[in-house]
Nanobody, 117 residues
């Protein structure tokens, strides 16, 4: 049974930083694609960033230059370094994983990120 477990969310002031982590377990083969989605109150879920085992990345335009995705394939873990956070980044952040770009069937339970003074 595949599980994705996120950690690292919390409350941070505008301009601050957070680092999210997500550990995958139960998968027989390394996920080719791992990444992050988010859902803000009253809005649809949206892609934040994804990364392949080869190191290819895809970012939402709204986070480019501020959020950085990375992964440790040996540890089955993906990270999201978030800098220069603004209240617009407030959302539940979900870890996602799969083997084909555009088809990510595995989701974590989500971790809340709140940016507020």
């Amino acid at each position: 049974q595949v599980q994705l477990v996120e950690s690292g969310g919390g409350l941070v002031q505008p301009g601050g930083s957070l680092r999210l982590s997500c550990v995958a377990s139960g998968n027989r083969f390394t996920f080719v694609v791992m990444g992050w989605y988010r859902q803000a109150p009253g809005k649809q879920r949206e892609l934040v960033a994804t990364m392949t085992t080869a190191g290819g990345t895809n970012y939402a335009d709204s986070v480019k230059g501020r959020l950085t995705i990375s992964r440790d394939n040996a540890k089955n873990t993906v990270y999201l370094q978030m800098n220069s956070l603004s209240p617009e980044d407030t959302a539940v952040y979900y870890c996602v994983a799969g083997w084909i770009t555009g088809s990510l069937p595995y989701w974590g339970q989500g971790t809340q990120v709140t940016v507020s003074s």
